[in-house]
């Protein structure tokens, strides 16, 4: 069993930047893959970072690349997205979720067992 939280969200003005934390508990969170996905209200969940479990494979949207870096520490059972150039459009609640994601599916929901409870992320223009 795995339970995630994360923390870092809130206010910041466009170009600013932001570093979200998720924090799990859980001797096995070493050897799963994470995703960061965002939500906004009437949107469905969308992929934004993942990280494999050694942390040696990234992967992220488009919509995201050249901004956004996710990143692990095993040790700490700790994963961040460190957000900069923020726009308005990166305004959303943030979620960190677990799994054994397979192979190229790692942009979607379905391969996550484990979710946080949320983030806001708001950046204003």
């Known amino acids: 069993q795995v339970q995630l939280v994360e923390s870092g969200g809130g206010l910041v003005q466009a170009g600013g930047s932001l570093r979200l934390t998720c924090a799990a508990s859980?001797?096995?969170?070493?050897?799963?893959?994470v995703g960061w996905f965002r939500q906004t209200p009437g949107k469905e969940r969308e992929f934004v970072a993942a990280i494999s479990w050694s942390g040696g494979t990234t992967y992220y949207a488009d919509s995201v690349k050249g901004r956004f870096t996710i990143s692990r520490n095993n040790a700490k059972n700790t994963v961040y997205l460190h957000m900069n150039s923020l726009k308005p459009e990166d305004t959303a609640v943030y979620y960190c979720?677990?799994?054994?994601?397979?192979?190229?599916?790692?942009?979607?929901?379905?391969?996550?067992?484990?979710w946080g409870q949320g983030t806001q992320v708001t950046v204003s223009s």
């Open positions: 979720a677990a799994g054994y994601y397979s192979g190229s599916y790692y942009y979607s929901t379905k391969e996550y067992d484990y």
């Open positions: 859980g001797r096995t969170f070493s050897t799963y893959g």
